[in-house]
């Protein structure tokens, strides 16, 4: 592999020559069986990596089609297609500005001189972003501000910022209980839900839903970056069902993401050995 890079030429992209690619010199087992014996090993290994690839692409369309069934998914109906046992009564119509506790910004009055040192810790965006549950680990560290809004386990953060309207008002339910001392980016904002009536952990799974993104995008506004306004994602009406109901919905949903988290660990883990085998394996 040293030998190739060595040989390539140019940078956008890269290449090397036929001739020089045949002018690499390789070394192989005198012996046949040994070279079968690899070569039927890491094949073995290819297709073990692709078995569990596919059942991580099932899985994915799996949960995309649980988020399509178990929710409603039309402004003019009340119930989803799919429901669990014992659950029949209709859905009701809220805004989530009927929902909530408070709402509060993110952390205002600093500089980038503030960041990056402290003992508080903020939730960054990216954390936000990328997941319907926050990673307890997708914090950064702040000095302690006691005029900064303090995150809540179960608060719903939501993005109010992005370069693409598609992306905008993403959110994300922060599920640790380490909310001391815990604030919030600049380019989001919290939302409390009333606990009594809404399980957060569900309104995070069901504002993701594409129905629901269809919805929220076409309202972000701007040029080349893209911001929403608080007012309009509380303005959001959603269908709500009984507290029971959403709870077996969560439960549902976060053990799916639980196993798709674990085979993605498991094709990594994978990887990292067939990288492994490739260095021992080969002079």
């Known amino acids: 592999m040293l030998e190739i890079e060595n040989n ?3 940078s956008d992209p890269p290449n090397l020559s036929s001739k020089d690619l045949y002018q690499i010199n390789i070394k192989i087992p005198s012996e046949s069986n040994e070279q079968k014996q690899i070569g039927t090993f890491l094949t073995k290994l290819d297709n073990l990596i692709s078995l569990q690839q596919r059942k991580l692409e099932q899985l994915k369309q799996l949960k995309k089609t649980m988020l399509q069934q ?6 003019s109906e009340t119930m989803p297609e799919v429901r669990f046992n014992n659950f ?3 859905w009701q119509i809220k805004s989530l500005n009927e929902l909530q506790t408070s709402v509060y910004s993110g952390i205002a009055g600093k500089t980038k001189d503030d960041f990056g040192h402290g003992e508080a810790r903020y939730i960054t965006y990216l954390n936000i972003h990328d997941n319907v549950v926050a990673k307890t680990s997708g914090v950064d560290r702040i000095e302690r501000d006691l005029r900064q809004h303090k995150v809540e386990k179960g608060d719903l953060l939501f993005t109010i910022s992005s370069e693409i309207p598609e992306e905008v008002a993403l959110n994300s339910v ?9 604030y919030l980016n600049s380019f989001c904002f919290g939302y409390r839900p009333m606990q009594n009536k809404v399980n957060p952990f569900f309104l995070s799974y069901y504002l993701r839903t594409p129905f629901l993104r269809k ?3 076409p309202l972000a506004q701007g040029i080349s970056r893209f911001n929403i306004s608080k007012k309009s994602i509380l303005d959001l009406s959603i269908a709500l069902p009984q507290l029971k109901e959403q709870n077996d919905i969560y439960e549902l949903l976060a053990k799916i993401d639980k196993i798709i988290t674990q085979k993605n660990n498991n094709i990594s883990q994978l990887k990292i050995l067939k990288k492994f085998f ?3 394996l080969f002079v």
């Open 8 to 10: 390539l030429s140019g």
């Open 70 to 75: 178990l929710f409603v998914q039309n402004k």
């Open 88 to 90: 029949n009564s209709e």
């Open 174 to 182: 922060w599920p640790g209980d380490n909310g001391k001392d815990l």
């Open 215 to 217: 919805n929220i995008f």
């Open 278 to 280: 490739l260095q021992k």
